[in-house]
């Protein structure tokens, strides 16, 4: 099975120049219209300007945004990876426990607790060598979000899409996320497996620190970042993207999201791991990759794909094509191909 991969997936917001230009075109053929009927009446127009088309310019203009949709894309450069390589690798398993329950959005860490928390999972990713690496997400559950795997590129994309509402299930569960770490090693043996819980600590569901102490007795190092300040921040309320508000309790008191440094540290202690304050650009993820780095390496089989290949030129060839068409086409009529009936006007 072939995979799809996207090089540069930041040119994919050169689409949105797409509506802008349409909105403009549009915009100027009315203008147009309007000047023309100023001009003279509409049924008189034909016989004044017998060669003017109005079909053609519609045609050409369409032409035009389909070649600079396929050179975006060819500035996006998809890769596909049609051969599947076993390699031999050595380094460690780690699990990331992220939080994307709602008080993950409190912005007392700009732009919000999740968003750096992101941003800084995704620069850790880039310093892995041969580690494998999987994301669980959880709120009021927990669910796989990234299977360990030593494809980087792939688990840095899926991490670009986690948000509060990946999860329907409110609350923040922590326990159920330790759970389904253990789960996803698929190992009995957890020695030199590291789990990474970053979470504001409002655990208002499960024993966490009991869950960390039995995965603990299994061999699992359970490392924890508090992402937030004592301080705190309320809960905003986005509808259709926009900000409606501040979450809050039932009686109509604004809710204040703290976190909790307490039961963050006893769930590292009974994990055998480090609890770090999640400040910084790296939110304390660097630090905790130290500590990763003195613990000894397991060796295992892995698939990956081999000979990405891009595909950069298709998008290339076919914007040519659709661009030489576009120039053989004339916003004016011709007498000689008007006998071949090409445009019904």
């Known amino acids: 099975m072939d995979i799809i991969r996207l090089e540069n997936t930041e040119y994919l917001y050169l689409l949105l120049m797409l509506p802008v230009f349409i909105l403009l075109f549009v915009g100027a053929r009315y203008l147009r219209s309007r000047a023309l009927k100023a001009f003279g009446r509409k049924e008189v127009m034909p016989s004044l300007m017998p060669w003017v088309s109005v079909r053609r310019p519609w045609i050409k203009f369409s032409l035009l945004m389909v070649a600079l949709t396929f050179v975006i894309m060819a500035a996006v450069n998809p890769m596909i990876g049609s051969r599947l390589e076993e390699a031999r690798q050595e380094g460690a398993d780690i699990i990331i426990a992220l939080d994307v329950s709602r008080s993950m959005l409190a912005e007392d860490l700009r732009p ?133 508000g501040f979450l809050r309790d039932n009686q109509g008191n604004t809710v204040v999201s703290r976190y909790d440094e307490n039961t963050l540290r006893e769930i590292a202690r009974a994990g055998g791991g480090i609890f ?26 892995s698939l990956i794909f081999a000979d990405y290949e891009s595909r950069f030129h298709y998008f290339l060839a076919l914007a040519l094509i659709v661009l030489l068409l576009e120039l053989l086409i004339f916003e004016r009529k011709n007498k000689w191909l008007e006998k071949i009936k090409l445009f019904k006007e």
């Open 112 to 244: 919000n607790r999740l968003e750096r928390a992101k941003l800084s999972v995704s620069r850790i990713i880039d310093r892995l060598g041969g580690d494998r690496i999987g994301i669980v997400i959880f709120a009021g559950q927990a669910i796989t979000q990234v299977p360990l795997t030593t494809d980087h590129h792939a688990a840095r994309m899926l991490l670009r899409t986690v948000n509060t509402e990946a999860i329907q299930m409110q609350g923040t569960a922590i326990g159920a996320a330790i759970e389904r770490a253990v789960m996803s090693f698929a190992a009995d043996d957890l020695t030199n497996k590291v789990l990474i819980i970053i979470s504001d600590g409002e655990n208002h569901m499960d024993d966490p620190v009991e869950a960390a102490r039995m995965a603990r007795q299994r061999g699992l190092t359970i490392h924890t970042i508090g992402i937030g300040t004592p301080e705190g921040a309320p809960i905003p309320v986005y509808r259709n993207n926009q900000l409606t």
């Open 276 to 301: 770090q304050h999640g400040r910084g650009t790296d939110v304390g993820l660097g630090n905790i990759l130290d500590e990763i780095k003195k613990l000894d390496t397991d060796e295992f089989d």
